[in-house]
């Protein structure tokens, strides 16, 4: 597994980031996003939304677990499972349909809450903050 480290030091570093990410994604990758509450995840999906070509406002789906975008070059299938109580629950919201028919990319946020259905080449990106070095900025871990 190649480990690749980013740092940002703004919000429109991470979301440019983000957008560099989506210019470069294919079919049927599956990209996990893990990191604290406030670490910008979601900035992030943004980021990656609009490097997909979808100009809709991107938010992410905590209540509603899976919001789907059409209109970029790729569908677009934005996962939120912070509130998964059970891996089971994730076939329910498609999880499974998404992440196999290799049609689009999914990009689930709080992924380590549902681990053990993650495909094994799925991207693990992982966004942690240190005060020490500043409050916007960000350590991007991407595993792949």
Partial sequence: ?????IETN???????????????????????LDGDLGTGKTVFAQGFGHGLGIMEPISSP?????????????????FDVYRI??????????????CDNGDGVCLVEWAELIAGIIPAD????????????GFDYRRITIRE
């Avoid at 597994?1 to 480290?5: L, R």
């Avoid at 799925?122 to 070095?133: G, L, Q, S, Y």
Wanted: hydrophobic share 30%; charged share 35%; with cysteine.
């Fill in 122 to 133: 799925a991207i693990r990106i992982t966004i942690e903050k240190d005060p020490e070095k």
């Fill in 85 to 98: 109580t059970s891996e089971d629950e994730m076939e329910e919201v498609g999880f499974f349909d998404k």
């Fill in 10 to 32: 703004s919000r429109e570093e991470t979301l440019h980031f983000g957008i560099e990410m989506g210019r470069n994604a294919v079919s049927g990758q599956v990209i996990c």
């Fill in 62 to 78: 905590t209540f509603t677990i899976l919001k789907e975008y059409d209109e970029g070059r790729l569908p677009f299938y934005h």
């Fill in 1 to 5: 597994m190649q480990e690749t480290i």
